[in-house]
């Protein structure tokens, strides 16, 4: 199948054409004509899949297709949880639809909003928001959401982790109830289920993952190490292997504020990236990332999410992800446009259960590096014990088979 065969109008299909995509994604192919069709969608699929075109194609059609007389105005809302994912939304809306009339917006938080005020006022069809900045905007009076026809979700699981939830449930609540609701999320917890099924009407459901969750050119290797070891056996890695960039990860804002400083003590250029910086102070590092003022840069998965770093040499999962799509996520970052990347991950004892779950995902298992300075001392402990558990429990299951044999 092509994009031919997905009923596009042709201005779509020439942009489409012209960004070099000629076949759909497994996602595209599934929800374009769920959305064109006027259904409510719940699509679960992870970054990487292609679903910004799922729904940005199908959305730009629509409203190409219903022209509206007078005063443009907001009839399509897409809200993302961070700037940077905002950013690159934007930037498919404008590339899809530069050959139709409709017009688009990105509004974001950390920046002035003089510009993004503006734009507003001009008029615009499409508005890409995060929700702090669009309930701020609203409370000023300078948003009217009373027209969505539209409204699309994207990456709910991670405005829940980020605290947005609320924001949103307010947000919606300004929209009006007539309208098409389409709601995307890599993973599917309690509240998210609720969220979405208060918000959507006899919703179609799409689950994609990759094909191929890894690329064949991504090099993993797993270090089992003590929690207590980690930042040493980090420091050693990045002494002692030829890195040019690395990108670490961490679990916890604190914690990357943590490895960022034990790394700089070292004598190595590093900052770190998370929601508690301001997106001034995040730009910036991401910035000097980019140009190689520094060789390091710690992140969250929240902060990280958009964040696009060409020629990325290696990935470091300080801190093992507690969903295996994640581990997918981080280590796709490097190994992109057919160059090569490794990605290096350190689980500690309590994270062992999670590595599990990523060889499910993969269909494979993450290399063992065995000869480290620092090897896991814990788990030879954990197995010992475990392995006395068992010799009691077969022990004991013995004196009570030969002491019912004797009552018999």
């Not at 950013?87 to 002035?112: C, D, H, L, P």
């Not at 507003?120 to 069809?125: A, I, R, S, Y």
């Not at 499910?360 to 954990?382: D, S, T, W, Y």
Request: hydrophobic fraction near 40%.
């Amino acid at each position: 199948m092509t994009f031919d065969n997905l009923q596009i109008i042709q201005r779509i299909l020439d942009a489409i054409k012209q960004g070099g995509y000629t076949i759909p994604t497994d996602i595209q192919k599934q929800a374009i004509p769920i959305v064109l069709s006027g259904r409510d969608l719940i699509g679960c699929a992870q970054t990487g899949t292609g679903k910004t075109a799922a729904f940005a194609v199908p959305i730009l059609q629509l409203l190409e297709q219903s022209p509206i007389q007078g005063r443009r105005y907001i009839r399509a809302l897409v809200l993302t949880p961070t700037r940077e994912l905002a950013v690159q939304i934007g930037e498919k809306f404008y590339g899809y639809g530069k050959y139709t009339k409709i017009r688009s917006a990105v509004i974001y938080g950390g920046v002035n909003q003089h510009s993004q005020v503006r734009a507003l006022h001009e008029g615009v069809d499409v508005l890409i928001a995060t929700p702090g900045r669009l309930m701020d905007l609203m409370n000023q009076r300078y948003v009217n959401l009373d027209r969505v026809q539209i409204l699309v979700l994207d990456e709910a699981d991670r405005m829940l982790d980020m605290g947005f939830i609320h924001d949103v449930k307010k947000i919606i609540s300004r929209i009006p109830q007539k309208r098409q609701t389409l709601f995307f999320s890599a993973t599917m917890p309690s509240e998210i289920v609720k969220l979405s099924q208060s918000i959507l009407k006899a919703p179609l459901k799409i689950e994609v993952t990759p094909e191929h969750p890894t690329a064949d050119n991504v090099k993993q290797e797993l270090y089992y190490v003590d929690k207590a070891n980690k930042k040493s056996l980090l420091i050693h890695v990045l002494q002692k292997n030829p890195i040019d960039s690395a990108l670490i990860f961490t679990r916890t804002k604190h914690g990357a504020d943590k490895v960022a400083s034990f790394i700089k003590a070292a004598g190595i250029k590093a900052e770190a990236i998370h929601g508690n910086k301001s997106q001034n102070a995040r730009q910036s590092a991401l910035k000097k990332f980019k140009d190689k003022h520094i060789k390091v840069l710690v992140a969250t998965d929240i902060a990280s999410r958009g964040i696009d770093i060409s020629n990325l040499s290696h990935v470091i999962n300080f801190d093992i992800p507690n969903e295996p799509e994640t581990y997918v996520h981080r280590i796709g970052r490097t190994g992109r446009a057919g160059a090569s990347g490794i990605a290096f991950s350190f689980c500690d004892v309590d994270e062992r259960g999670y590595i599990k779950n990523i060889h499910k995902l993969i269909n494979g298992e993450i290399p063992v590096i065995h000869e480290h300075p620092f090897p896991m001392k814990a788990v030879g402990q954990k197995e010992e014990a475990a392995s006395l558990s068992r010799s009691r429990a077969r022990n004991n299951s013995r004196w009570f088979e030969r002491r019912r044999r004797r009552r018999r």
